[in-house]
């Protein structure tokens, strides 16, 4: 039954499809068979960073050489001509890549054009490059133009990000800040409806939008909608007929929309956590599935004279192919810990193997006992020589994460961020505290000035009633002790009145994190990772705000939080704009979108919450990704912003 | 989705194309314009890298398709017994390999040509790149080609290896009755018959030694005409143990085979890996002379210095 194939293939990943969406472009938007014979076909890849952005986390540099790429190159740089081959460009058809590109067809560097735009281009700017094409005489070098639709990121099969090169045009601060003008804001939003229409149509479904009232996420939701519609009812030309969606129709149902937005929520973002992905953003520099680790090689004794020593800088893709990341990404930090020395352990019995044979085989020839031990050895001996390129695999991938945990470890230890994220916990969960606020922040061990910031920052958007005034400056007073700026505690303040959750301050759920007790040790001795003083922490589940949102309008649940969300159908003839959603049962597929920035914290809540639903699946997207250093400095420009706008105001 | 807008592309350049003459610019923009029109119209003077790899390419193509047509022929194991449309004699078979063989040689040898010089007159460094990459892709695609070769000629080889051990051994309902036989006619005739010198050539030294006790023990009844019931059974039971015998010699001996095989499979990995090392270790021996000549150059200078010193 076709429908029972399609519901099948129903959750191909976005990942997947945008993979595919790029290696079809790359063959000349021709789909890609792969043939064991076949002749070479060679091409130059010209991007812009854009393209890059997109592309990079998808395929390695022997993806692109294995689709006969020979050259990559961006497009505002130095081309030489090269004579007789094609070109592929991937670009945003903006001013100055138009002007690029005309450029590049008066020079007649390449011998044939494809050109593929990321997102939709003009009528207008199309005429400018047939007249470029004309003027050079190289229209007929012109052999595909084509709009691509992928104007977004994807990060994880279930994760994306709007973009990257001009995420500052989309970040929480220019969505919040005070005196953005209407026509700023348009373009804000055009922007961002821009990209989730490529994710849609990508996706190869049009879903059904639910969004909260009186926010960006709204202005996104109405934008939205408008652009779906108008591209269903232009029945010719719409990117949502049967056979473009073709093998990855959604199953029976249409997924869900939520769309959030980032100030229902503010405690997240400044959350500490524990696990692996999480950590890794948080603590170290990680963008675009690219780690960057500063390696300091142990200066200690120096010899009077020596020049001090650089520190290495190692970078390391985190991939899909990274069979250690993908199963533990979500995991908490110790069981990392533990699983990168059982690797190694396995690992080790494995080279010792092959050594071992290496010893047999020199008895060779010796006496006839050897010789019939010999017998199985071969074999053995051929499959150890086989897996060798994947033992060494396995090594690579054991050193990578090895060193990134190591990292991860050491700011954990420095900065006692078990600590803080027990404690965090706590307070989110409204449990009672063994210990006083106060005295954390006023620890000088434990924590950077922003670490103990963001612990209060928690405490006082979680907490019931706000704390007295008295408790207040004493506070204030510890923090600034400690050496923290205020200003994020000001704009948080006003954040709070202002919200409407004011009221109702969100609340994380009821469960809590139980605390192993200290550990001294987690491994036995010879172990990398001794994780003295560290405690092993257990998460237990709780779901964040975003996470019980998406529950209830998933689930079909009636909660006020999200009773009054609005609801639209793109496909529905009449713009409705009743909250009473038309479909009474549950959705199988959803993606939540978060206006004003995510973490991975979130994604991994969302992550864990399906994990128990069979059958179900959740994308995760936010206009951008920041860790919670990030986000403070943020909040810090838009309480600037706030002060100079209304001076009146606090 | 991506959507195609080349028509649209076209469109625009007509409509751009009227825009212009009705705003009477010329097409083209004059003058220089006609040049290039004129350099247009002659043919793209096509770079001389790129016509010679294309020519290797197409070379490895038809190398290619030559394999593939004559593959099915080639593989054919029965073909001693197919009419004369399949037939492909042993000396056919050895002509495409040695066809296949020169040729894949000659095309190696080309495309080593075309790298020494490739990067001459070149300055640019990303052509240099591009042309080192369109070598690596056409060398990939003829090891890929050769890899059809290789692996129908290691087809072949099993067959001749597996025909050469089905015609030395006899099947099993054969070889009872040839047993049978055996037995029969060692009583009556001691010397070897000659059907069985196929199996005797192979184990020389087990049968005799086999043969001589049992030879021994009906040494009695070899002048007889008739055999007692007991002796028949004697060697009914001698019948059998030969047969096991020679089962499990069989099996021994396709063990080897087997070991042989993956021996050489494994030999063939090693030369990869050993010319693939070998680049590497010429690269290090390099660097370790140059080290060694800075090294000495250092202790010279040094020498001297101290020399120099100790006159102040």
């Known amino acids: 039954m076709v429908g029972v194939k399609m519901a099948a293939a129903a959750a191909a990943s976005i990942r997947e499809r945008q993979t595919v969406a790029l290696k079809r472009m790359l063959n000349f938007n021709v789909p890609h068979v792969k043939n064991s014979t076949g002749e070479p076909v060679w091409k130059v890849l010209i991007y812009d960073r854009f393209g890059q952005d997109i592309i990079s986390p998808l395929l390695s540099v022997k993806e692109l050489r294995d689709m006969g790429i020979t050259l990559h190159l961006l497009l505002h740089s130095d081309r030489d001509p090269i004579p007789d081959v094609p070109a592929v460009y991937f670009v945003m058809p903006s001013e100055e890549n138009i002007d690029r590109m005309c450029q590049d067809l008066r020079n007649q560097l390449y011998e044939s054009y494809y050109l593929n735009f990321i997102s939709a281009i003009s009528r207008s700017k199309l005429e400018d490059i047939a007249n470029a094409a004309l003027a050079a005489s190289a229209v007929a070098q012109v052999a595909k133009v084509f709009d691509q639709y992928l104007n977004f990121i994807t990060l994880e099969d279930d994760m994306f990000v709007l973009c990257n090169q001009n995420k500052e045009l989309v970040s929480y601060r220019a969505i919040n800040r005070p005196d953005i003008t209407d026509t700023e804001m348009e373009t804000v939003m055009d922007t961002i409806v821009d990209s989730l229409f490529c994710f849609f149509v990508t996706l190869g479904a049009v879903p059904i939008i639910r969004c909260s009232r009186g926010t960006a996420a709204e202005m996104v939701a109405v934008k939205l909608d408008k652009k779906l519609r108008e591209n269903l009812r232009d029945a010719r030309n719409s990117l949502f007929t049967g ?46 599935n690219r780690v960057n680790l500063e390696e300091s090689s142990g200066v200690e004794n120096s010899p009077a004279g020596a020049r001090p020593k650089r520190k290495n800088k190692k970078s390391y893709d985190l991939t899909p192919v990274d069979k250690f990341w993908q199963k533990h990404k979500g995991s908490p930090f110790p069981e990392v810990a533990e699983s990168v020395q059982q690797e190694l352990e396995s690992y080790r019995a494995q080279e010792d193997e092959v050594k071992r044979l290496k010893s047999i085989m020199g008895l060779e020839g010796e006496d006839e006992g050897a010789i019939s031990m010999l017998s199985d050895n071969t074999a053995k001996l051929t499959s150890a020589v086989s897996s060798l390129p994947e033992l060494l695999e396995k090594k690579r991938l054991i050193d990578l994460h090895t060193n990134v945990a190591t990292a991860v470890l050491e700011h954990i230890k420095a900065r ?73 505690l000001q704009y948080i303040k006003q954040w709070k009145a202002f919200a409407k959750m004011a009221s109702a301050p969100a609340s994380y759920g009821n469960t809590t994190t139980k605390s192993m007790g200290l550990l001294s040790r987690v491994m036995n001795t010879g172990s990398q990772f001794v994780m003295e003083g560290v405690k092993n922490l257990v998460l237990k589940q709780q779901n964040l705000p975003v996470t019980r949102i998406l529950d209830n309008l998933m689930e079909m649940k009636s909660n006020p939080e999200t009773d009054d969300y609005r609801y639209f159908d793109p496909k529905m003839l009449r713009g409705n704009d009743s909250s ?15 206006v004003g920035g995510g973490n991975y914290i979130e994604y991994q809540n969302l992550v864990d919450y399906i994990k128990g639903k069979q059958g179900k699946h959740i ?19 838009v309480f600037h912003l706030l002060l100079l706008t209304y001076p009146k105001l606090l | 989705m991506a959507v195609d807008i080349t028509l649209l592309f076209r469109a625009s350049v007509k409509t751009v194309k ?79 390999d040695q066809d296949a063989q020169t040729f894949m040689r000659t095309c190696s040898e080309a495309i080593q040509q075309l790298r020494a010089q490739a990067h001459k007159e070149i300055h640019s460094q990303q052509v240099k790149e591009h042309r080192s990459a369109v070598l690596d892709f ?53 010397s070897k018959d000659s059907e069985e010198k196929p199996i005797t050539e192979e184990y020389p030294e087990k049968i005799p030694a086999e043969a001589q006790p049992e030879l021994g023990s009906w040494g009695d009844g070899r002048g007889e005409d008739e055999l007692s019931p007991e002796e028949i059974q004697m060697f009914e039971q001698e019948n059998q143990r030969l047969i096991g015998e020679m089962n499990s010699l069989f099996d021994e001996v396709r ?19 050993v010319l693939q090392q070998e680049a590497e270790i010429d690269s290090i021996h390099q660097l370790v002379v140059g080290a060694t000549e800075n090294i000495k150059e250092g202790n010279e200078d040094i020498r001297e210095d101290s020399k120099i010193r100790l006159q102040d």
């Open chain 2, 138 to 190: 056409i060398e990939d695609y003829l090891k890929r080609v050769c890899k059809l070769y290789s692996e129908q000629r290691a087809i072949r080889v099993k067959r001749v290896v597996d025909k050469k051990r089905l015609s030395k051994l006899e099947p099993e309902p054969n070889t009872k009755t040839k047993e049978s036989m055996f037995s029969e006619k060692v009583s009556q005739n001691p």
């Open chain 1, 580 to 594: 009473v959603p038309r479909n009474k049962n549950p959705f199988q597929e959803a993606i939540v979108f978060v």
């Open chain 1, 416 to 488: 006692k961020l078990d600590v803080y994220f027990e404690y965090e916990e706590k307070i989110m969960s409204k449990t009672t505290l063994d210990k006083s606020l106060l005295d954390i922040i006023s620890d000088p061990d434990a924590g950077t000035p922003e670490d103990k910031m963001r612990l209060f920052l928690i405490y006082y958007i979680s907490a019931q009633q706000a704390p007295s005034e008295a408790d207040l400056e004493q506070y204030k007073k510890a923090l600034t002790d400690a050496g923290c700026n205020l200003n994020p």
């Open chain 2, 18 to 96: 009227t825009r212009n003459k009705a705003l009477g610019v010329a097409v083209g923009g004059g003058v220089d314009g006609s040049r290039d029109e004129l350099f247009r119209r002659s043919p793209r003077p096509k770079g001389d890298f790129s016509s010679r790899a294309r020519e290797v390419i197409s070379h490895i193509g038809k190398l290619r398709d030559f394999l593939l047509e004559h593959r099915k022929d080639y593989i054919n194991a029965y073909s001693h017994i197919m009419s004369e449309y399949g037939k492909m004699t042993d000396t056919e078979r050895d002509q495409i």
């Open chain 1, 243 to 288: 056979d473009t969606l073709g093998a990855g129709q959604f199953s029976f149902q249409r997924p869900l929309l939520v769309l959030v937005d980032r100030n229902i929520d503010l405690a997240t973002p400044l959350h500490h956590t524990w696990t692996y992905q999480a950590l890794v953003h948080d603590v170290l520099d990680f963008h675009l």
């Open chain 1, 619 to 637: 994308l995760y997207g936010c206009s951008e990704l920041f860790n919670a250093t990030q986000f403070i400095k943020q909040v810090k420009c």
């Open chain 2, 255 to 273: 063990q080897i085979e087997g070991k042989v095989v993956e021996i050489s499979r494994l030999q063939e990995i090693f030369t990869e890996k």
